[in-house]
């Protein structure tokens, strides 16, 4: 990673780059030359990213039957005066920096490729080693063999300019008028939480000192126990079962055709598309689906995946909904009203360069976050060349940084798998705990409701109030991330992923403590 007086220069290089491709989307030797940028400063993902388009614009200077080969092909015409990188053997077998193993097959003594794998071992097991110290038997051989995913920066890059500040007066009067029409009864509100940790640890996670500024969501007046305070229907839904019966929209289960007074409305240029109602229908065609609408091959995109594919699959997908709002509306994905103020999780840029312990950190595989995601808006008839503004690798970093954050999942009974996921805007604002005063239901409309009875989630230090249900008038709406009723350390599995960190709630600090005392006993 740069250092930081050098980091000014490698941004305005980077940004010299990305202005010259906007006005050459076709130049492999720009891509090339902006991706150089990118490692520098510290993203490979991005430099991968970069790479690969550039590969891809070298097939399409040597096919003359590709679809934008007389573009790539003029352009690199024009581009031969142009000095090459002096990293260009990146691009020597077309693969190399993204598919090292095929750049070794074809150079097996090539010194730059055998340094750099190299490099990539010892980084990846000092990594391992970090996380946990007794680390020594994993399936793959470390001395001959990369692993299949490593882990990217999760941050708010220095060139994002669509990123809201939440915590300004406009930002919040416009999340509390929305928070409104789908919880009258609530408000939003900033309120510090604690950072969270993130690895193995043997020590006690007590809550930390260090905090950061979030949003929450309080109650303005008092809910009653078993009260329904949050309805909210979202278009940014995804499914990863083919052919199962649910709404394109909101992916509800369509009511069996029995039960139907007259027959559900459904798009007459595609496919087995139907909605469960005429609101949906009509979102559908105003919002997104004339993205999509007759595009026969999306159809199987990332659709009945293996178990260990299906959270990504569903990942995969959220972003295709994203780029069709997108699209259909021309607004820019990151400004959408359904990911604008999502929150990423991303590293606070105050501890950017002073602080190792809390950088954020995303799962990265070459398929899931590069090949994927632009073969995917190929599949929409998205040029991904001329789209860079809103299809650049940064933003479906961004994008999937915030999904992994805030979405909900619904998972199929028999298998256990996640099946169907959605991202609520304002249901995600409602920080979690593991002593939840709501829990929640989600089938087309997600529903906050306030819990009561034998619904309360109940543990040894709880207060008396908290064992009477219902949410007090200026008391904040608590959700949860995971399984209430697991033990401490599974729920803290569960919940990393949203969280970014360990769970530090009463709950989990109050149990924590019990069972260090049992142990010591």
Not at 269 to 297: M, N, R, W
């Amino acid at each position: 990673m740069a250092n930081q007086g050098n980091q000014t220069a490698l941004l305005r290089d980077r940004h010299i780059r990305t202005l010259q491709l906007l006005e050459r989307p076709y130049s492999c030797i720009t891509y090339l030359q902006r991706a150089i940028s990118h490692e520098k400063l510290g993203y490979p993902d991005l430099a991968i990213g970069d790479a690969y388009r550039a590969l891809l614009l070298t097939d399409e200077i040597i096919e003359e039957s590709g679809e934008y080969h007389k573009q790539a092909f003029e352009t690199f015409e024009s581009d031969l005066g142009i000095e090459w990188p002096a990293d260009s053997f990146w691009v020597k077998s077309g693969n190399e920096k993204i598919e090292e193993k095929r750049g070794l097959e074809i150079n097996p003594g090539n010194a730059k490729f055998l340094d750099f794998r190299r490099k990539a071992i010892q980084t990846h097991n000092k990594s391992l080693l970090e996380k946990d110290p007794k680390w020594d038997n994993w399936t793959y051989n470390p001395s001959q063999e990369l692993p299949d995913q490593g882990s990217a920066r999760r941050e708010l890059y220095p060139w994002n300019d669509h990123e809201p500040d939440r915590f300004r007066e406009e930002s919040l009067k416009f999340l509390d008028e929305e928070m409104k029409k789908v919880a009258p009864k609530c408000e939003v509100r900033a309120v510090s939480l604690p950072v969270l940790e993130t690895g193995t640890t043997s020590k006690p996670l007590s809550t930390p000192s260090a905090t950061n500024t979030q949003l929450g969501v309080f109650a303005k007046e008092d809910i009653a126990p078993h009260e329904i305070l949050l309805q909210e229907r979202s278009l940014l839904t995804a499914n990863n079962r083919l052919h199962d019966p649910l709404c394109d929209a909101c992916s509800a289960p369509l009511p069996p055709i029995s039960a139907l007074e007259e027959p559900l409305p459904t798009c007459p240029e595609c496919d087995d598309i139907i909605f469960c109602s005429q609101t949906c229908f009509t979102l559908a065609t105003s919002l997104y689906h004339p993205a999509v609408c007759g595009k026969s091959d999306l159809e199987a995109v990332a659709k009945d995946p293996s178990p260990l594919a299906a959270t990504n699959a569903l990942y995969l997908l959220l972003l295709g909904r994203t780029f069709a709002l997108s699209e259909t509306q021309s607004i820019h994905p990151l400004d959408l009203r359904e990911t604008k103020y999502l929150w990423g999780d991303f590293t606070p840029l105050e501890q950017e360069h002073s602080s190792q312990k809390y950088l954020r950190q995303l799962p990265f595989t070459f398929e899931d976050n590069i090949l994927a995601p632009l073969h995917l808006l190929t599949k929409m008839d998205i040029d991904i060349f001329a789209s860079l503004p809103t299809t650049d690798t940064w933003i479906i970093a961004t994008l999937l940084a915030k999904f992994r954050g805030v979405a909900s999942a619904r998972m199929n009974p028999r298998t256990g798998m996640p099946e169907v996921c959605a991202v609520h805007p304002m249901w995600c604002l409602a920080n979690h705990s593991c002593a939840p005063n709501v829990k929640w239901e989600w089938s087309g409309e997600i529903k906050f409701e306030a819990r009561g009875g034998e619904d309360v989630v109940r543990w040894g230090g709880m207060c008396d109030r908290e064992g009477k249900g219902g949410v007090r008038k200026g008391e904040e709406v608590l959700n949860h991330y995971c399984d209430v009723g697991l033990g401490v350390r599974e729920r803290r599995e569960w919940a990393v992923g949203a969280l970014g960190g360990s769970c530090v709630c009463e709950r989990c600090v109050w149990e924590e403590g019990k069972e260090q005392r049992k142990m010591g006993e």
